[in-house]
């Protein structure tokens, strides 16, 4: 037994080595390790951002209309264009707040469309229109530095440059007649819309790697903190083991006792072995797997439940699974069962917050099908959530739970069901316990 307690505590690298590893990966990345963080999106739209922009189109595009044709006057300006643009940012305003936080497939495309027109679009006709004055050099500057602000770097950049070739293809073919621009005025022009664009892409890629190191020392502690803790986890393995060997030798009560102690500590062990797996999984944002497999949700949520380590009979006993109608999707197991337990540990938590008494029923999962698309609903009777955490529980590092909870277990089942083509949303009041419900679609 000391000779399997000595390679239990030593079969690990040290903390000291993990930490200069991660150190090495740091200073001397892989091509791949210096491509991804140039590839990495933003991860969660701010609501309130689109809001915000959409108010002030609304606002701001009549008030600029009337400046520059009766206080400022320029060469150019259309009412009816100024109008057409103010009623989108209207319409950024009238999306529903649940396609929003989280944005669904549809909001996205259709807020990306909104802000290419409004943005590249809009500034470079108006640009061209007005001879690329100083006015509007100044506005399509500030314009690229907005467009980058406020979507992904690569669509801003894509954007951009797709807005002003259509601008200046549809200038040239309707345009009003505009004052010629020099030689020298367009160089001018040239260099300082090329300066207001490489300043774009520059901070749209220094937003992105903050975020990616922000996880990446995150998941670089977690696994620190995993090796300090699996090397006593095996130990106290060995220890209950040798505890239920020795409880055959003793017999009656005090051999019952002990072959008692030795399974709750082998529960323990489990249960603290997932928990180190799933953080660690949870904090993988940016490396998830892109391979797919034809998926069934009755057994991959089944699955999950039978593996996961409920802390009593009781507890166990509360989740109840109803499939209605059994689908297939295309996805990864091991991402999707892991978005089961996140689920369901944020349930049977907000449960025993809500009530110490719990009840068979009182987190209920219903798996059924309708047309091309397939649903897994988490529903709990627990302490439920405020607008305010609603809006917020699926950006990363944001936690309910500020003792133990680092904040991307729903970042990360958003993340894996959105790879799934998928959606998910939350519907929840204090006191009312909560629904989630994962749309996916049929394979």
């Not at 664009?197 to 998941?219: A, C, D, H, K, P």
């Not at 300090?228 to 239920?244: C, D, G, H, N, S």
Request: with cysteine; hydrophobic share 45%.
């Amino acid at each position: 037994m000391n000779e399997d307690l000595h390679r239990a505590t030593y079969a690990m690298p040290s903390p000291r080595a993990l930490l200069q590893l991660a150190r090495h990966r740091l200073r001397h990345p892989s091509s791949s390790g210096v491509l991804q963080p140039l590839l990495e999106p933003v991860l969660h739209p701010s609501r309130w951002r689109i809001r915000a922009i959409g108010a002030s189109m609304f606002l701001g595009h009549p008030l600029f209309y009337l400046v520059w044709t009766h206080w400022l006057p320029q060469p150019y300006e259309n009412l009816w264009l100024r109008l057409l643009v103010a009623g989108l940012g209207l319409s950024l305003l009238a999306i529903p707040a649940a396609s929003v936080a989280p944005p669904s497939r549809a909001t996205a495309v259709v807020v990306t469309a909104i802000f290419w027109l409004t943005l590249p679009w809009f500034f470079s006709w108006m640009y061209f229109c007005n001879g690329g004055n100083a006015v509007w050099l100044a506005s399509v500057g500030a314009m690229l530095l907005i467009y980058y602000h406020l979507t992904d770097w690569r669509l801003a950049t894509v954007g951009a440059a797709s807005g002003m070739a259509v601008a200046w293809v549809m200038f040239e073919a309707f345009g009003p007649q505009a004052p010629a621009l020099g030689l020298e005025l367009a160089a001018t022009n040239t260099v300082v819309l090329s300066f207001c664009w490489y300043t774009g892409i520059v901070l749209g890629l220094s937003s992105s790697n903050l975020r990616r190191e922000q996880l990446n020392f995150t998941l670089g502690t977690m696994g620190i903190m995993a090796h300090e803790l699996r090397t006593p986890l095996a130990t106290m393995q060995l220890i209950a083991e040798a505890v239920r060997n020795e409880a055959p030798q003793h017999g009656g009560e005090s051999g019952e006792r002990l072959q008692q102690l030795g399974q709750r500590l082998n529960h323990l062990v489990r249960n603290m072995n997932h928990q180190i797996d799933m953080q660690i999984t949870n904090a993988r944002l940016t490396r998830l797997p892109r391979n797919a497999e034809r998926i069934s949700a009755a057994e991959v949520v089944q699955a999950a439940l039978a593996d996961y380590p409920y802390r009593s009979t009781r507890e166990r006993q509360a989740v109840v699974v109803r499939v209605h109608a059994d689908f297939h999707f295309f996805g990864s197991p091991a991402l999707f069962s892991q978005v089961v337990d996140n689920l369901t540990k944020n349930a049977l938590r907000s449960l025993a917050a809500a009530s110490s008494a719990i009840q068979p029923g009182d987190l209920l999962i219903e798996i059924g099908a309708l047309g091309q698309r397939g649903r897994i609903v988490f529903t709990d009777n627990g302490v439920g959530m405020d607008a305010v955490l609603r809006k917020r529980i699926f950006q990363p590092f944001f936690s309910t739970d500020r003792g133990t909870g680092h904040g991307l277990g729903l970042a990360f089942c958003q993340r894996v069901v959105h790879a799934a083509q998928g959606t998910i949303r939350v519907k929840s009041a204090p006191h009312q316990g909560a629904v989630f419900t994962i749309e996916l679609p049929v394979a």
